[in-house]
Structures are given as C-alpha cells and as structure tokens.
C-alpha cells in the first residue's frame, strides 16, 4: 500500500463549514495528488504536488485548495463545502520512476456534505 | 468533453472464460496508459500498463493491447476468477509533462460468476 493514510476516513458537514482531509505517506515520494471519485465520472485529479510547497491544479479544482509543508503531508482543503463536493477522494503517490508510473492510492475519505 | 472513456459500464462473465475490457481515448498527446482495479470501500490498486511504443503488454493473467491508430485499449484477464470481481479503470497520460497527471475513464464493473 505504499504506505499512504488518508485521515479522516469518513465525514459528515453541513455546506458552508470549511473542510480539511489529510494525506500521509511513509516513504519520502515527490509527487502527491488529489483525485476525487464520482459516479459516471470515474477518479478526476483535484490538484497535485511535485514537492514542498510545489502545487499546481489538476481537473476540478475549483472550490479546493492544497498545501504541502512536509514532504509527508498533502492537505486538500475545501475552504466552504458545498453539497456538489460530496465524495469519495483519494490520495495517490508516485513511485515509479517517472511519475506516472505506478501511482499507488491511498484507502480513500469519504465526504458527505449536508 | 472526456478524453478517456470506457463505454461498458458492466460486464458479466463465467469463471475460466476470457473477460475484455475496453477503453478509448482521444487525445492524441496521451502516451502512457495505465489499468487499475479497484474494490469497494479500498482505493484502485495498480495493474498493468503499457506505453505508446508498444502494442501489447502482459503480466500473469492480465495482457494490455494498445491500438494507436484507432485510440483503443483493451485488457483481457485470461482466465477469469470470481476475485477478478471490481470496478476496472483505464488511465492515460502524457510523459513531457512530467507531471504524472492522469485522466480516467468512467470504470466498468466485472462480475466473474462461479
């Protein structure tokens, strides 16, 4: 499993009220990235990160926000969750050598925003 | 616009037959592809992946087919097990960015029936 966490597993929060998921990983990898799953739609990158305070914007990021202080932790905020936001987000790394190769994926959070 | 799309949204097979997956693309800048598996309630598990400058890639069971000119892939499991049992993903990305952004298709449900 590469050794990446994703903190909290599931959450429940009403729109409006501000949302951070954590990710966190063991074995020093460059590249992080946010995805996040729907129905119909398949896993969509919200942002990515390709160092310590190096981030760039994936797909769908609108409405999200990221840091990334440690090379460990990958913080995804949702600064004011909206009903449109409800989830299932996954955490990835890469640890191939380039950084498509073999992206391993966190167990996922489950977001439900009422 | 979906760059990536997988038009079976399930698939049912007996245990010990061939299953195919398929995949098609339309960007034409991808030129890595990736398959992942993914069970619920887990994050996708990588499974095989094949680049551009080949057509054909195999591990185990499982054999990736790559049809440039038609922007097609396929996965074929050879034979089926019940534990084949997932959602599959297609993935594709484009190496010079070096990013390792991918871009997925929708999923399509694999039940292998006993």
């Known amino acids: 499993d590469a050794g990446i966490t994703q903190s909290p597993r599931h959450k429940v929060t009403e729109t409006g009220t501000p949302v951070t998921l954590r990710c966190h990983q063991t074995?020093?990898?460059?590249?992080m990235y946010w995805y996040r799953q729907d129905p119909g739609h398949g896993l969509r990158l919200i942002h990515y990160?390709?160092?310590?305070?190096?981030?760039d914007k994936g797909e769908v990021s609108d409405g999200y926000s990221v840091s990334r202080s440690k090379t460990e932790d990958f913080l995804l905020t949702l600064e004011s969750a909206t009903s449109s936001q409800t989830s299932v987000y996954f955490c990835?790394?890469?640890?191939?050598?380039?950084?498509?190769?073999?992206?391993?994926f966190g167990p996922g959070t489950r977001l439900l925003v009422l | 616009d979906q760059q990536v799309k997988q038009n079976s949204p399930s698939l049912s097979v007996q245990e010990g037959r061939i299953s195919i997956l398929n995949c098609d693309y339309t960007n034409s800048m991808f030129d890595y592809f990736l398959w992942y598996k993914k069970y619920p309630a887990e994050g996708p598990t990588f499974l095989i992946s094949i680049s551009s400058i080949k057509d054909k890639n195999e591990d185990g069971r499982f054999t990736v087919f790559l049809n440039k000119s038609a922007k097609h892939l396929s996965l074929h499991i050879v034979p089926s097990q019940p534990g084949d049992s997932a959602v599959y993903f297609c993935a594709a990305s484009e190496r010079a960015g070096n990013t390792g952004k991918l871009i997925f298709g929708q999923g399509t449900t694999l039940q292998v029936k006993p």
């Open positions: 990835a790394i890469s640890a191939g050598t380039t950084p498509q190769e073999t992206q391993y």
């Open positions: 074995e020093n990898h460059r590249y």
């Open positions: 990160s390709y160092g310590v305070k190096d981030t």
